[in-house]
Nanobody, 119 residues
């Protein structure tokens, strides 16, 4: 069974920073050798879950326009971990942030971590 566990959420003032982590685990599970793309998504109250950023096993990144220049996604394949560095946070970034690991045939989600940005 594959598990994704997010951490690093919390309450921060506008303009501040947070770093989210997502650790993947499972018997024999490797995000690199299995070719998993890792992603961060967020979901605000009353809204649909939306893409924030993704990073492929080869290191290619994609960002939502709303976070370009402020957020950085990275991965440590040896630790089976993906990170999201969030700078210059805005109140509209407030949401539950979910980690995702996926290939064409497999798809896993974490439980989410709350990020609240106060104005």
């Amino acid at each position: 069974q594959v598990q994704l566990v997010e951490s690093g959420g919390g309450l921060v003032q506008a303009g501040g920073s947070l770093r989210l982590s997502c650790a993947a685990s499972g018997r024999g599970f490797s995000i690199l050798t299995m070719g998993f793309t890792m992603g961060w998504y967020h979901q605000a109250p009353g809204k649909e879950r939306e893409l924030v950023a993704t990073i492929t096993s080869g290191g290619t990144t994609v960002y939502a326009d709303s976070v370009k220049g402020r957020f950085t996604i990275s991965r440590d394949n040896a630790k089976n971990t993906v990170y999201l560095q969030m700078n210059s946070l805005k109140p509209e970034d407030t949401a539950v942030y979910y980690c995702r690991a996926y290939t064409a045939y497999r798809n896993y989600w974490g439980q989410g971590t709350q990020v609240t940005v106060s104005s």
